[in-house]
């Protein structure tokens, strides 16, 4: 990335970065994001992983040293490798598992390390533009939990929509999981990773 210009004016390239919200390796939502992520490559779009359990980072802590800086440089953490993914990648797939009907913490906190991708006026309420909007940007979500009603998956969809919405991308598909508790368990169902497949495949057509 050219770090002399601006993040507004930057054209993000053809290239997809998944974000795995789950603390568990090797579980259903690592499966999941492999699956969207395949169906992108497939389609001879290039894709990064981060599975947020490896990292270490905070939540924002609202310093608003990014008000000036236009980037977070009041947590010097593992955030600053991902911040030029993010800038890089057109498209953004977000995995979540439903703890107590919403994202994970750690989905949580990636998605207020965002905060600083926000433009701000100094009024009250303050108005707000982001950084990052009308660049073409597109987003698929993924939520997978336990139970089989709607209603037991909770805010998880919603708690990565509405912020990404706001930042700017365009929710081109989204994926609710039902039924799936155990490890690596989503394996078994065909439907499901095809399901995956295909969205990872419209993400990278949206591209082509
Ligand atoms: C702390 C915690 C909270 C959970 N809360 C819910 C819940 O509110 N609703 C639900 O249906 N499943 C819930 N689950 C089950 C997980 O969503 C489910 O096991 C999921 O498949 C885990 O995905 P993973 O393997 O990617 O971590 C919870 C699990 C944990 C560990």
Redesign the pocket.
């Known amino acids: 990335m050219d770090s002399e210009k601006q993040i507004s004016d930057y054209t993000p390239k053809p290239r997809v970065l998944g974000i795995c919200g ?3 390796k090797n ?4 499966i999941l994001l492999d699956h969207v992520l395949k169906g992108t490559m497939e389609h001879g779009i290039a894709t990064d992983k981060v599975a947020l359990r490896n990292l270490q980072f905070k939540g924002c802590i609202g310093c608003e040293c990014c008000r000036k800086d236009k980037i977070c440089t009041g947590l010097p953490d593992d955030m600053s490798e991902v911040y030029p993914k993010i800038i890089e990648s057109q498209g953004l797939v977000l995995v979540s ?5 919403n994202i994970t913490s750690w989905m949580k906190a990636f998605i207020d390390r965002l905060y600083c991708f926000y433009n701000f006026e100094d009024n009250r309420p303050r108005g707000w533009s982001s950084q990052i909007e009308n660049q073409g940007r597109k987003a698929v979500l993924v939520a ?4 089989v009603d709607r209603h ?3 805010f998880t969809l919603e708690a990565m929509r509405l912020p990404i919405e706001a930042l700017g991308y365009e929710v081109i598909e989204e994926l609710p999981v039902f039924g ?7 394996k078994e169902q065909n439907d499901v990773l095809a399901s995956a497949i295909s969205h990872g495949v419209k993400l990278a057509k949206s591209f082509l």
């Open positions: 789950s603390p568990r579980g259903n939502s690592d598992p439903t703890h107590n009907y997978v939990c336990e139970q037991d998956m909770g799936i508790f155990d490890k690596a368990k989503v």
